[in-house]
């Protein structure tokens, strides 16, 4: 079995807030992405939205608690306490202006803007809902 290589991203986050219209803008806003695709639901919910940046993607919706399927799967950070159990990292061009555009919206400092061991300077935040970020220039696909 293979991944499909002739496809932008093979590999996408998938999220659940408990607010999600206006997460997808924060994030919009906080964190630079676009809006590739929306599907709102009843309610003022987010049955499916897609939102890039470059090449990368994460896909969002509403948590729902008594959705079945998929939903039975997935937790906010809330519902576990304020603990994530995955993180989504993002390779940026300028991670001291990605830096502070986020903190300017209000995103939660974690770990701050440094230079890593391994390369490329990185940090680490948390969104309104508790989602763990990391954004840096470390781009693993480029070895020196």
């Known amino acids: 079995m293979s991944s ?8 996408i986050p998938c999220l659940r807030y408990e607010d999600a219209p206006k997460a997808l803008d924060w994030l919009c806003r906080a964190f630079g992405f676009e809006k590739h695709l ?3 639901g009843e309610g003022d919910t987010i049955v499916h939205a897609e939102l890039t940046a470059g090449r990368g993607m994460v896909m969002l919706g509403s948590a ?14 809330r519902e576990l ?13 300028d ?21 890593q061991d391994h390369g490329g300077r990185m940090y ?15 781009d693993p696909w480029i070895q020196d």
């Open 4 to 11: 499909a290589k002739d496809t932008t991203a093979t590999v």
């Open 81 to 93: 306490g304020g603990r994530g159990t995955q993180s989504t990292y993002v390779i940026v061009d």
């Open 38 to 40: 929306v599907v709102p």
């Open 95 to 115: 991670a001291d202006a990605h830096f502070a555009q986020a903190r300017a919206a209000g995103a939660e400092i974690m770990l701050d803007l440094e230079d």
């Open 124 to 138: 680490t935040c948390r969104d309104p809902e508790g989602h763990v970020w990391s954004f840096g220039t470390f």
């Open 64 to 77: 729902r608690e008594h959705g079945g399927g998929y939903d039975e799967l997935m937790a906010t950070p």
